[in-house]
Structures are given as C-alpha cells and as structure tokens.
Nanobody
C-alpha cells in the first residue's frame, strides 16, 4: 500500500474537513502529488495538485475553497476543504501525478444537510 487516506466524514454544506494522505514511497519528496475524487457514477477527477517543489494547481470548482499542502519530511499530503458543497461529495484519493501508482482505499466525504 503506497497511499493511505484519512479524514473524511459527514459534514453539512459550508463546513470544513481536512484530509490526510500518508505515503510509503521513499521518493515522496520528489513526487508531484495530487488529490483526486470520484463521485458515484462519475469518472475520477483531480481536484488539486502540488509539485515536489511546491507549485499548486486546483480544479476551477474548488479554487478558493480547497488548499493542498505537503510535508516532505513526513511523507504527508493534506487537503484542507472549506465551504463544502453538496457536489463535493465523493471518495477522495491521493496519488502521484502523471504516472499513477496503485490506488489506496480513499476516504469518503459526504456533504449533506
């Protein structure tokens, strides 16, 4: 298992969650990393990415609400999600960008009133 995601849960619209991804890869500090999500009946999409040297990109629909960050010394990637919306409901995964590694189990985020 290369990636373990945690931190999901049930939250009301407008709420916040912080997702954590722990990587077992010895080269994590050199990996460009991304957070992905898959909603029921939809294809997996990347919502945020951060290069090994810190450049960040976001899906338009999450810009200004989600923040990706990482600690290379701790092999950890985070996704701070604020102002959550119903449409953010999905299973969230982390993985490298470009050449995908085996997927972890993901963490379920449910936005519901």
């Amino acid at each position: 298992v290369q990636f373990v995601e945690s931190g999901g849960g049930l939250v009301q619209p407008g709420g916040s969650l912080r997702l954590t991804c722990t990587s077992s890869r010895s080269v994590f500090s050199l990996d460009d990393m991304g957070w992905y999500r898959q909603a029921p009946g939809k294809q997996r999409e990347m919502v945020a990415s951060q290069t090994y040297d810190g450049i960040k990109n976001y899906l338009d629909s999450v810009k200004g609400r989600f923040t990706i960050s990482r600690n290379n010394a701790e092999n950890t990637l985070w996704l701070q999600m604020n102002s959550l919306k119903f449409e953010d409901t999905a299973v969230y995964y982390c993985n490298t960008v470009g050449l995908e590694r085996p997927w972890g189990q993901g963490t379920q985020v449910t936005v519901s009133s």
